[in-house]
């Protein structure tokens, strides 16, 4: 006995739903993926602005040890 897999084609309504649900995922991993770019780009600038001031204060404790 064998089995035959018949594939039916979807119906046309059945189309238009499938396009809606991938647009609505697509808008979802779109925001969770700008979400986190976010998050990364603010951490990355916090952490610059923090190193920035180490090194400008080591560039003070320098100077003032030059100067005394």
């Given amino acids: 006995m064998t089995y035959v897999h018949e594939s039916r084609k979807p119906t ?10 991938r647009e609505a995922d697509a808008k ?7 979400r986190a770019q976010n998050a990364f780009h603010a951490n990355r600038e916090r952490l610059k602005a ?3 001031a180490r090194e400008a204060a080591a560039k ?4 003032q ?4």
């Fill in 12 to 21: 046309p309504a059945q189309r238009e739903a499938q396009k809606a649900f």
């Fill in 28 to 34: 979802v991993a779109m925001s969770e993926y700008q």
């Fill in 50 to 52: 923090e190193r920035l």
């Fill in 60 to 63: 003070g404790e320098v100077a």
């Fill in 65 to 68: 040890k030059r100067n005394p």
